[in-house]
């Protein structure tokens, strides 16, 4: 056995006159006494105390990604802990993706730790899984900037939660720096990284919200840029944002500094996944500073089930109560309007709404006199969540269809409030997905689309391929055959 051991130690030491030695690279925890306390034992009573407030929490088996925040952790501690108590420590992952910002550098692309064997915190070291982050960067569009990683702070914070989490050993890390304003290289990350978008893997996601503007200011445009997110859909995010950009805010900055780190997830999500709002607060609702506020969210990202995938648009649904709120709402509307008052703008009482009436849907409302019609309008897309869409289309329906004379007050005590609810799209791959009678169509190819309601097929005596093709060539302007290549969707009402 000596014998052994004087061989291994000869060895070794002929490597290392050779050269051949690895000593590990640490990058060191550059955060700490900033964004964190520096005292491992103050450290690890601190985040104990945060994750101790969600205890009972549900934990996610099919957990594929959460969003974050990075700020101090006076201010998001709680936010965060909201997020890391729905990973199931038991669980094992290979790795862990964490992907955030550039608070400093400027990249036009996406910077991935080659070279660090660890990340340090004053809890100890965090292991980095150097044959992945290299691997990631044969493809050109990542690359490792070390001036990006040096003092960046939104990943080394997330550090702490993980290790007092995992408490034997923290899963290796992949840190992803992204700094762009590139849709197309943003596509082209989301593709590389898709592959490992599942079961042996978990993405955390980076990012604070809203910056600077006033405590209400706050709370309306992060709420939209909630809303954005639960839908799943980048284009969603991404308007949202340009309406926050656009509202007038003052010192509203941005509504996400990690939008880009974010629309990479979503990219590679694609719609199919289940996303759950955890918890909203913003730095005001701790310090009670109301003039300059920093916002928070937690979102997890579920993996479908496979039966999950085929029937998602099932999953939608509105409760009685659901259905009375939206027909007050519609009601209301008309009533502020002959009044003179504004649509109602969003307030912190609606992050306490159902989801679903959150979610952005299309819709119609149709009002009734005496059993006839007295004006109908609706808005087919996903743009708008419901209940702040049924308050446009009652206003609309009232007072701007063209087919007849606006509403008046004397009227409000006889009207009858019918709503068309189109739930959320899914798309499919095939026809042997589409149910006739049951879904409506939604063909979309480049500039090009259209739609059948599915009581369209009440109305004529048409097969299943015939009622798509249709809509092809009569709505969307693709010709008989042109929904073949094109993207498909489908969606139920709910009349009500």
């Avoid at 890391?84 to 669980?91: E, L, W």
């Avoid at 954005?228 to 509202?247: C, D, Q, Y």
Wanted: charge should be negative.
């Amino acid at each position: 056995m000596k014998a052994v051991f004087t061989l291994i130690a000869a060895i070794i030491m002929m490597n290392s006159c050779n050269g051949q030695t690895h000593q590990p690279v640490i990058r060191p925890a550059t955060q700490a006494n900033r964004f964190y306390t520096g005292n491992a034992q103050a450290l690890a009573q601190e985040v104990d105390s945060f994750l101790m407030q969600h205890k009972g929490s549900p934990q996610f088996d099919n957990l594929a990604a959460l969003i974050v925040p990075h700020a101090g952790y006076y201010y998001s501690g709680n936010v965060a802990a909201s997020a890391y108590m729905t990973i199931n420590p038991k669980k094992t992952y290979k790795r862990i993706f964490l992907l955030g910002p550039s608070h400093s550098v400027w990249l036009d692309g996406a910077s991935v730790n080659t070279e660090a064997d660890y990340y340090a915190t004053p809890l100890g070291n965090v292991k980095v899984d150097r044959e992945t982050a290299l691997k990631l960067t044969e493809d050109s569009v990542f690359t490792y900037h070390p001036e990006a990683h040096d003092n960046e702070h939104c990943l080394e914070v997330q550090l702490p939660f993980l290790q007092r989490l995992f408490t034997e050993s923290v899963p290796p890390i992949v840190p992803i720096i992204i700094s762009t304003n590139d849709f197309q290289k943003l596509m082209k990350m989301s593709d590389v990284l898709k592959p490992y978008l599942n079961d042996d893997n978990l993405f955390i996601i980076s990012s604070d919200f809203s910056h600077y503007p006033t405590y209400d200011d706050a709370y309306e445009v992060d709420a939209r840029t909630q809303r954005a997110i639960e839908s799943g859909s980048v284009e969603h995010l991404i308007a949202a944002v340009e309406k926050n950009r656009r509202s007038g805010k003052r010192n509203l900055s941005t509504s996400a500094c990690g939008q880009v780190a974010i629309i990479t997830l979503m990219l590679m999500c694609n719609e199919q996944y289940d996303i759950r709002h955890l918890l909203y607060q913003n730095s005001g609702d701790i310090s009670g500073e109301r003039d300059r506020v920093v916002g928070y969210h937690a979102f997890a990202f579920l993996r479908p089930s496979q039966a999950g995938s085929q029937q998602a648009d099932s999953t939608f649904t509105l409760t009685s109560d659901d259905k009375k709120l939206l027909k007050d709402i519609a009601l209301q509307s008309i009533r502020d309007s002959l009044d003179g008052k504004p649509l109602a703008a969003a307030n912190s009482s609606l992050f306490t709404l159902h989801s679903s009436l959150k979610h952005p849907c299309g819709a119609f409302v149709s009002l009734h006199k005496q059993g006839r019609l007295r004006g109908c309008i609706g808005h087919f897309g996903e743009d708008v969540p419901l209940y702040e869409i049924v308050a446009e289309m009652a206003r609309a329906a009232a007072f701007q269809d063209p087919r007849f004379s606006p509403v008046t007050r004397d009227e409000l005590n006889d009207l009858d409030i019918e709503i068309s609810v189109l739930t959320p799209m899914r798309r499919i791959q095939s026809l042997d997905e589409f149910e006739l009678h049951r879904h409506g169509i939604y063909i979309r190819k480049g500039y090009r689309s259209g739609t059948y309601l599915p009581q369209v097929a009440d109305e004529v005596n048409w097969t299943k391929e015939e009622f798509v093709s249709h809509c092809s060539q009569d709505k969307a302007g693709l010709g008989w055959d042109g929904w073949r290549d094109a993207e498909l969707y489908v969606y139920e009402a709910i009349v009500f």
